[in-house]
């Protein structure tokens, strides 16, 4: 019921900062979570980062803290990822995930997926 599309990866130096956006469409867009996920080749899927409905609880994974900031844009039906201080091991393939409505954004409450974002971080 919700369908998302993921912008603005590609290829930058360690040290360096990108933004990604997520384009949300089909259900009503205060009404569910939304949140990052990446995945390595070799690695498991993992959680990034997640805001829940109304903006209100947000959650980062450690290894993120302090240099990503997640936001919704409820205007422009987006959310967005701002990550800076990149690391070659943030190297990976980045997701936009969604909620079912109102869930809480706990990592396994995230059932809609975005097709990823390619981002990759050069020594």
């Known amino acids: 019921q919700v369908q998302l599309v993921e912008s603005g990866g590609g290829l930058v130096q360690a040290g360096e900062s990108l933004r990604l956006s997520c384009a949300a469409a089909?259900?009503?867009?205060?009404?569910?979570?939304l949140g990052w996920f990446r995945q390595a080749p070799g690695k498991e899927r993992e959680f990034v980062a997640g805001i829940s409905w109304n903006g209100g609880s947000i959650r980062y994974a450690d290894s993120v803290k302090g240099r990503f900031a997640i936001s919704r844009d409820y205007a422009e039906k987006t959310v967005n990822l701002r990550m800076n201080s990149l690391k070659p091991e943030d190297t990976a393939v980045y997701y936009c995930?969604?909620?079912?409505?109102?869930?809480?954004?706990?990592?396994?409450?995230?059932?809609?997926w975005g097709q990823g974002t390619q981002v990759t971080v050069s020594p």
């Open positions: 089909g259900s009503t867009f205060g009404e569910y979570g």
């Open positions: 995930a969604a909620t079912g409505r109102y869930a809480y954004i706990a990592p396994g409450a995230f059932v809609y």
